[in-house]
């Protein structure tokens, strides 16, 4: 297999793995954040400030992994 192949596959488990960790852990904090307003409904304001600024976060590292990617695929540093 080529290096353009495996940059290619290096890419997509890059781009993939980093959106399934991204979905899983924003869907468990949101589901953990449902439970924790249900119980205590006085703190769902102060919560909600912490889920999104975490959202924000989570968001962050699967952009920055996405844009490592595109910067593999596109920049090819395996070329010598």
């Known amino acids: 297999m080529s290096t353009v192949g495996l940059?290619?596959?290096a890419c997509g488990l890059i781009i993939g793995?980093?959106?399934?960790?991204?979905?899983?852990g924003i869907g468990i904090?949101?589901?953990k954040f449902i439970?924790?307003?249900?119980?205590?409904?006085?703190l769902m304001n102060t919560l909600q400030g912490k889920v999104f600024?975490?959202?924000?976060l989570?968001?962050?590292s699967?952009?920055?992994?996405?844009g490592i990617?595109?910067?593999?695929a596109v920049a090819s540093p395996f070329k010598g």
Request: charged share 10%; net charge negative.
């Open 35 to 42: 439970e924790s307003s249900a119980r205590q409904p006085e």
């Open 17 to 24: 793995l980093g959106a399934a960790g991204a979905c899983i």
């Open 62 to 66: 699967f952009i920055i992994g996405t």
């Open 69 to 72: 990617a595109l910067w593999f």
């Open 7 to 9: 940059v290619a596959i």
């Open 58 to 60: 989570i968001d962050a």
């Open 53 to 56: 600024l975490l959202l924000g």
């Open 29 to 31: 904090m949101s589901g």
